[in-house]
């Protein structure tokens, strides 16, 4: 998969990441899975290091920030820990979203890489709202305040939402038209990130990544409506 980079300063760098492209390796990974950071550097031909200040899990698109200073990356760091940054997805699911809804339930891993919503777990919170519906699917957007591993997916799932493609979460592996088609990944992807400015944290970069082609093509066969 192509990395596109859709930012370029002194201290960042942002790229629209395509699905099935790691944000980092993990101890369970292969070695012969590409991730960001190689590719990246291979693409620019970059003679500093990059630092990665936040992760998309493999199957999602859209929005990742890298620094490219040590500075930029404590500043980034600091932000997203310190809940500054607003970030805003937008998922496929299975399931009818009438209005708005806040996701308050704590976020625990339950097995291997698999979370859930836990009594115990740590604060977690969603903001989802609808944005195109039909009786038996959604197109949503989400707004996640906290950072949890898998969120978006484990708080949609837990109302009943999950992802198309999110066999992990109970989301449907194939499309209900006939011949069934299969759905080849969780259809989630990271579509606006506004992040204070490394250079000058009283001024915010807002940075936005259009729709992949397989996301709008399952919104169209759904008969959901999705917008760039």
Request: avoid cysteine.
């Given at each position: 998969p192509e990395l596109e980079i859709i930012l370029l300063s002194r201290d960042v760098v942002?790229?629209?990441?395509?699905?099935?492209?790691?944000?980092?390796?993990d101890r369970f990974g292969a070695p012969s899975v590409e991730t960001v950071l190689p590719k990246l550097l291979e693409k620019r031909s970059e003679p500093?290091?990059?630092?990665?200040?936040?992760?998309?899990d493999a199957g999602?698109?859209?929005?990742?920030?890298?620094?490219?200073?040590?500075?930029?990356?404590?500043?980034?760091n600091a932000a997203f820990r310190e809940g500054r940054v607003e970030k805003t997805y937008v998922a496929l699911v299975k399931g009818y979203l009438r209005k708005g809804i806040h996701i308050d339930a704590p976020i625990a891993r339950i097995k291997g890489t698999k979370h859930g919503v836990k009594s115990g777990g740590k604060p977690s919170h969603t903001h989802a709202a609808p944005l195109s519906t039909t009786k038996s699917a959604s197109l949503v957007r989400a707004r996640p305040t906290t950072g949890r591993t898998h969120q978006i997916r484990v708080h949609l799932a837990s109302v009943d939402l999950p992802l198309y493609g999110d066999r992990l979460y109970g989301g449907p592996g194939y499309?209900?038209?006939?011949?069934?088609?299969?759905?080849?990944?969780?259809?989630?992807?990271?579509?606006?990130?506004?992040?204070?400015?490394?250079?000058?944290?009283?001024?915010?970069?807002?940075?936005?990544?259009?729709?992949?082609?397989?996301?709008?093509?399952?919104?169209?066969?759904?008969?959901?409506?999705?917008k760039q």
């Open positions: 942002v790229v629209n990441k395509p699905a099935n492209l790691l944000s980092e390796s500093n290091r990059l630092w990665l200040v936040h992760r998309l999602t698109t859209g929005v990742l920030v890298l620094a490219r200073t040590a500075k930029a990356a404590r500043s980034l499309t209900e038209e006939m011949p069934p088609n299969p759905v080849s990944r969780a259809m989630l992807h990271a579509m606006e990130l506004r992040f204070p400015d490394p250079r000058d944290e009283s001024e915010s970069i807002v940075v936005n990544a259009p729709l992949p082609r397989d996301f709008l093509e399952l919104a169209s066969t759904l008969g959901l409506e999705a």
